[in-house]
């Protein structure tokens, strides 16, 4: 599915005929589509998925002190060897919130969420990013009538799309950090066995 699709799906749900091309930035309904559905790709994206967060990166210092944020930068945290550092994205460079500056002297350890083209995210999460903009697009421009069902649509893609990124991010709940914390770092029983 592109964009083009995604926007049709969006006419179509809502009772509107498809378009044969995109009108970005235009004013026609088909515009007001592609709007709804940049919206709800933002604000989905920026809740972090397995295919745009990009984990434990070094970021380092320019002459200045200052780091730079990756391209499309939507949430960013410390994390391994930094965990203990309290930083934020303030515009496009890394802030410590502890010392009160932008300037720093050494790496960062970072964990950060990334905003990825449309064509480029994975098809279950597009589905889902159409499926939130034909409920939201509806409810602005449609029939009442329609938004319960457009709203169950919404909630079955939401979770496919989560059900996709729990497979393809090898989730092990008994394998995280916090429940290392909680039960503590036990010997390999299996060594026991091996001689």
Known sequence: MDKL??????????????????????????????????????????????YNTRTDVELTPAVGGLIALPAGTLHIDSSGASVGRNVAQVGDYLFDLKENVNTFTESVRVTYSVRVAFACIPLPVRLYIAAAAVASFNCQFGAPSRQ???????????????????DTADVNILDTAEIRAVRGHRDNPMRYLET
Request: net charge negative; hydrophobic share 45%; aromatic share 4%.
């Open 148 to 166: 319960g069902k457009l709203e169950d649509e919404m909630a079955m893609a939401r979770l496919k799309a989560r059900q996709f990124n729990t």
């Open 5 to 50: 699709a995604a926007v049709n799906r969006v006419l179509q749900k809502t009772g509107r005929l498809p378009v044969t091309v995109l009108d970005t930035n235009g004013s026609s309904i088909a515009g007001m589509a592609e709007r709804a559905i940049d919206m709800e790709e933002l604000e989905i994206q920026a809740h972090g998925w397995h």
